[in-house]
């Protein structure tokens, strides 16, 4: 199937979506939002998908809402900002952090409001040098959203996070990487090398552990010690019964590289 603004594939364990409108920077529309529905849902329901790398064409990842689809007034009255993300944002961001394997996020250029709520939403984020994160909600007079405020103390703490959203400043890619809001920061020469590297490895990884190593993680903020250990038995009692476990039990008892299945 053919998206107006996306490029998807799912090939060799490994799907692929690219937002393409990168005469708008890959801004947010309507129709963007309903094409990642589709599209993930199809990574979803493919038990053949191992990971998902998630990019941006041309020289923007995503420079958040497109603001001509989002003006303050419409027929007269204030526009209720509550609609789109209540409608379209938090379902993508659920999406993406439900999902039930990794998801590889590639910041190649700028992203700006909720494109950094969607580039945080990935598990792992490897950037481009030449990439910046921009949080311009203060600037508009509006709150950060799409998920930041939950993201951003959680990464980089809330002295920091107060003062990135307050302020609305350009954090550059290398700043994120030090700060632990992003995994890294590479040459851009070198981003999609990187980027294919790490899907060529979730590929061939066992994915269930993976994926619940992602819920086991986010589950550990709302927890007391007592009950994340409960969790980590309920989910290692689950893991044990699955092929991939024996895979690994027997490749390394056998001193053999472990082929994984993701079953």
Request: charged share 20%; aromatic share 6%; glycine share 10%.
């Amino acid at each position: 199937m053919s998206y107006q603004t996306i490029l998807f594939s799912n090939e060799g364990g490994i799907a692929r979506i690219t937002l393409n409108r990168p005469e708008r920077l890959n801004a947010f529309s309507e129709q963007l939002h309903e094409d990642l529905r589709d599209a993930i849902g199809k990574v979803r329901a493919d038990s053949a998908a191992r990971v998902l790398v998630l990019s941006g064409a041309g020289r923007g990842f995503c420079a958040g809402q497109d603001l001509s689809e989002r003006k303050p007034v419409v027929n007269g009255e204030p526009r209720d900002l509550s609609t789109t993300l209540e409608r379209n944002y938090k379902p993508l961001i659920l999406s993406l952090r439900t999902l039930d394997l990794p998801v590889i996020g590639a910041v190649n250029g700028v992203a700006a409001g909720a494109g950094v709520s969607l580039a945080l939403a990935c598990d792992i984020v490897i950037a481009a040098k030449s990439a910046s994160f921009i949080l311009a909600f203060a600037k508009l007079g509006l709150v950060p959203d799409a998920g930041l405020t939950y993201f951003l103390p959680r990464l980089i703490g809330a002295a920091r996070a107060r003062a990135v959203s307050m302020l609305g400043e350009r954090i550059s890619a290398d700043q994120a990487a030090q700060w632990g809001m992003i995994w890294r920061c590479v040459e851009d020469g070198d981003l999609a090398a990187e980027t294919d590297k790490l899907a060529q490895h979730f590929a061939q990884a066992p994915t269930r552990g993976v994926a619940l190593t992602k819920q086991v993680i986010d589950a550990c903020f709302d927890n007391g010690l007592g009950a994340q250990i409960s969790l980590e038995a309920k989910l290692q009692a689950e893991l044990g019964r699955t092929n991939d476990y024996k895979e690994g039990v027997s490749a390394f008892l056998e001193k053999r590289a472990a082929k994984f299945t993701g079953s």
